[in-house]
RNA sequence: GCGGCCGUAGCUCAAUGGUAGAGCUCCAGUUUGUGGUACUGGCUGUUGCGGGUUCGAGUCCCGUCGGUCGCCCCA
């Protein structure tokens, strides 16, 4: 059994994940976005740097042969910040990078949460103008949208990080209480109101008004990015609430998270902008801005509304070799067949009847069966769901495949699992 | 780290404190060269593990390990 927290992807949970990965690259592609990636192991110092030492506890750590304290990357991130300063001047600004890296958490597995999970990150480094926040939002909801999901699956919950602390820096919190300040409003929703009036003093009621109805409190940066949404077409996906602060220290302007409009599932997707960043961590001062979206509660959450991409594997075409005497001349054939798609066939001589019912169970569009007529160069091709059959010579092959294909595509021609 | 629930065949589950079973899956057949159904046969268990109670424990009790869900945390 596999470690406590990780899995296994039996072929056709393989196939399920990998359809994930297919619509994450597709979609970031067509946004522009340039696949990247970094190693799994990294010096914890690197995490530590960012995160302040309490992240140790959450983290997969030890040290190596060399006596080096390292750990699985938690995110990705530190990698993708130690990246960029490193080599910032070898490209174009604003980047527009997407990664799909494995990253691991030392903690106790619950509904949706592994102890590793793939996280779909989409960044866009050196631009500060908040064309790149409607951009990048547009990219999380067009994702989502690529899923089959809609504006009555998921919401996008807009928030920004600066009105909070433009609202401390206003009623003068000071430095040591805006921590636990932003972690209050973060709890509000799950904590019972006593607790939060409690932690937030005598703002108490301005906060509460201020979550109570978000019109109320001004923002221009999300003002400027429900504008750009709308001219997208996309206002319906999202909702500004001043709840949404995310956890981490580091955001500094608009921030938000998915979840589904049920309410049933964690967060889906979370992110924002952390243009201070790059210059804490690399001494390069670039704005910067990202989301991360983990494959569990998403699959989570397509199972649950019938969208969950088919997990079959198989198909293809099945070779039959009649009388196992015509093997050698069959080899010739496989040979042919596999410049077309995949191609099955029995290792050990069988029975006819014992290879179409494998070619069946393997879920085979086709059967190619080599027989005496081999010495004619002729093969008898089946299309098994018509069970439609005829003879034809091996260079003709590819238009009896389309002559027997009534309604379903070629489907031996197009990979099983792209990725 | 804390709490709820659950551990019986590969899977889903039965078995009043009294000889551990079924369905599905898998494998092999149903006589000579055309598949999904049907039929026949076969494989698999230290009932998670360790103690205790009892004439007798899969069943009751204690412990432990594992799983799962939630809390804490969420970078």
Redo the contacts with the bound molecule.
Sequence with gaps: MA???FRDFYPDQCAARNAIFGTWRETARRYGFVEYDGPPLEPLEL?TR??GPE?VG??YNFKDKGDREVALR??MTPTLARMVTARHKDFKKPLKWFSIPQVY?Y??????RGREHYQFNCDIIGEASLEADVELIALLIDTLRGFGLTEKDFVIRLSDRQFWTDFMDAKAVPEDHRYAFI?AID?SE?EPREKTVEKLGPLADEVFAILADAGSAKSERLDTVETGLRHRGLQDYVKRDYTVV???A?YTGVVFEAFDRTGEFRAIAGGGRYDTLLKNLGDVDLPALGFGMGDMVLADLLNAKGLAPAGKTGNGIYLII??DGYRPQAMRVLTRLRELGPVHYSFTPA???KQ??A???LGCCYAV?V??KIGDDLV?V?N??T?E?LDTPMADIVSAFTKLDQSAPLAPVHPVNPV
Excluded at 107 to 112: A, F, I, L, N
């Design positions: 470690l406590s927290g995490f960012k995160s992240i959450q983290l938690p995110e958490r903690e106790r597995p619950q509904k949706g972690q709890k799950r995310r956890g981490l580091y009649a009388d029975k006819v009847g179409f019912q070619a069946d169970e069966l027989d005496a008898q089946k098994l769901k069970r059959q």
